[in-house]
């Protein structure tokens, strides 16, 4: 009996402690005017004129006090650029005290989404209007996001965190070997994860406020062709898991998707089929008995890495202005201005961040199109955390291959840098220098690598 009453006395202590957190959740569509050009597809030649769905902008702030506290915005777009990314986080650090280590951005990557310039600038040739157009939705869009930030700081009431993990399996590696190299396709031997993340807040009462959750994969279920806004399956998931949770906001966050693309895909109902997937393993994960409960303190770490290019070919740059192909004129012209300009284009400045919430969750945010290479070797190397692995974190700009993709080549080492108007690819170094960062930021927080995974 006395045994019965120490357990019952720590389980109420426990809840009482998560408890003490605040969370404060908000949201706004962010859904551009039409007619606007999208992002993703240098296929598209005209801008979009109809929505599908609205894509959304959401925040959730989680605060012990100003020194232990986050605040998680996740974004219905195919990714921020630095100056939208920076514009926000000045804002917020001057409204709220909020340290840059304590502010998570993540891009859901849907290509369904308005152009972000100039993320992706070389497949577009904006006349002067759409040029304005591009500007002012960037502009509107740091308004929006701090809006939405201080609308959740205003909203903090008690509640309690809980984590777990489901699965679901419509990813696929799209790195296909090939006589002629590397192409994308399907490779159904590709390494993937799996993995569903899920975050939840509750009320004292027990009732679901949000619900954050995340998955390893592309959102392209919707090809080049589609001219409809829409966050692609993400955003199906989102919708129906606030219809299944009306009091809840779901928010999505992707994971390190670089080389995985849904499988199958290509019309509307996919992508609706893969929604409902994510959305069933999340609920799975809900109504399940394994939820572990979140407890302070929070601790967050933020670094930029300079990640170096292979050297420059000024010769290359010269034959591809004179070439047929338009994307690699655009590129090559670019190149050349800042060559002749003297700026540097010999490195690349990237963003780590780690949050980290008691002993009971660790938060690893990536920026940019991580290749799922990361992801597993995280979470090997830290296996005795529960580790949640985002890509597309406070910017977007480019690839990040590990070593083995850029030995293989292939788009997400090397094409892909022509529409992201970047000299690349990257030095075969550039695994091993993330990894040394995000040992910095890990031990930063607290976490130790696990034995016998180093």
């Known amino acids: 009996m006395k045994r019965t009453l120490i357990i019952v006395l720590l389980l109420v202590t426990g809840v009482s402690k998560g408890a003490d957190m605040k969370v404060g959740i908000a949201s706004r569509p962010i859904t551009p005017p039409l007619p606007f050009w999208m992002s993703g597809y240098a296929v598209r030649n005209a ?52 340290d840059r280590s304590q502010l998570l951005l993540n891009s859901s990557h849907t290509h369904c989404g308005p152009a972000v310039w100039p993320s992706l600038s070389m497949i577009f040739d904006f006349s002067p209007e759409d040029q304005r157009k591009a500007v002012n939705y960037n502009l509107k869009l740091i308004e929006d996001i701090v809006d939405i930030i201080d609308s959740a700081f205003a909203k903090l009431t008690p509640m309690q965190l809980w984590s777990g993990h489901g699965s679901t399996d419509f990813a696929m590696n799209r790195r296909q070997p090939t006589d002629h190299g590397i192409i994308n396709g399907i490779n159904p031997k590709g390494p993937v994860d799996h993995d569903v993340p899920v975050l939840i807040a509750k009320t004292p009462d027990g009732k679901i406020r949000a619900i954050l959750f995340g998955y390893a994969c592309h959102n392209t279920t919707l090809g080049g062709n589609s001219i409809n806004i829409s966050g692609d399956y993400a955003g199906f998931a989102q919708i129906e898991l606030q219809k299944a949770y009306p009091e809840a906001t779901a928010l999505f966050f992707i994971g390190c998707a670089g080389d995985q693309n849904p499988q199958p895909r290509g019309t509307v109902d996919l992508a609706m089929q893969h929604g409902k997937s994510l959305t069933d393993a999340v609920q799975k994960v809900l109504l399940s008995n394994n939820l572990k409960p979140i407890y302070p303190p929070i601790r967050t770490a933020y670094q930029k890495v300079s990640l170096g290019f292979q050297s420059f070919n000024i010769d290359s740059c010269r034959s591809d202005i004179l070439s047929s192909d338009i994307f690699k004129q655009r590129r ?106 995000v040992s910095k930021l890990m031990k930063e927080v607290g976490v130790k690598t696990s034995k016998n995974n180093k």
């Open 332 to 437: 090559a012209k670019l190149m050349l201005e800042a060559y002749n300009k003297n700026w540097d284009i010999s490195e690349y400045t990237y963003p780590l961040q780690v949050v980290r919430f008691n002993r009971d969750l660790t938060i690893l945010a990536m920026g940019d199109e991580v290749v799922v290479d990361y992801s597993l070797k995280m979470k090997k190397k830290y296996r005795n955390e529960n580790l949640f692995v985002a890509g597309y974190c406070n910017q977007v700009m480019c690839y990040i291959p590990s070593k083995r993709v850029l030995e293989e080549g292939g788009y997400e080492a090397e094409t892909s840098m022509i529409y992201y108007g970047l000299p690349g690819p990257f030095k075969n170094e550039i695994e091993d220098r993330i990894t040394i960062a």
């Open 47 to 98: 801008p979009s004129t109809e929505v599908l769905h609205d894509i959304w902008a959401k925040a959730m702030v989680i605060e012990k006090n100003e020194k232990n506290r986050v605040v998680i915005v996740t974004t219905d777009l195919l990714g921020l650029s630095p100056e939208i990314s920076e514009g926000i986080a000045q804002r917020v650090e001057k409204k709220h005290g909020v």
